[in-house]
């Protein structure tokens, strides 16, 4: 897990209560909205939330910039 933050998101995504399949539906569509390089904040209070959005970004190539339970920061990839 990162620990670095960065100070704004161009996009923010309450998933509240949302998790595993659901939630990476709703991540992979808000991140597709992104240009490259840009930053999505998505707050999810899943507990397995940590566990599914790291292995979601080890899979896809975009960087998880931190994670602190329920606030995950996420940038892009670059195309």
Known sequence: MMLNT???AR???DAGET???QLI???RSAV??????????VVARDP?????????????????VSAAHPIYV??????
């Open 25 to 27: 539906v709703g991540i």
């Open 48 to 64: 397995s939330a940590v566990i599914d959005i790291g292995v979601w970004c080890g899979m896809t190539g975009h960087r998880l």
């Open 11 to 13: 996009a923010r995504w």
């Open 6 to 8: 960065i100070s704004t």
């Open 32 to 41: 597709e909205r992104l240009a490259p390089g840009e930053v999505l904040e």
């Open 74 to 79: 996420l940038q892009r990839k670059d195309d």
């Open 19 to 21: 998790g595993c399949s």
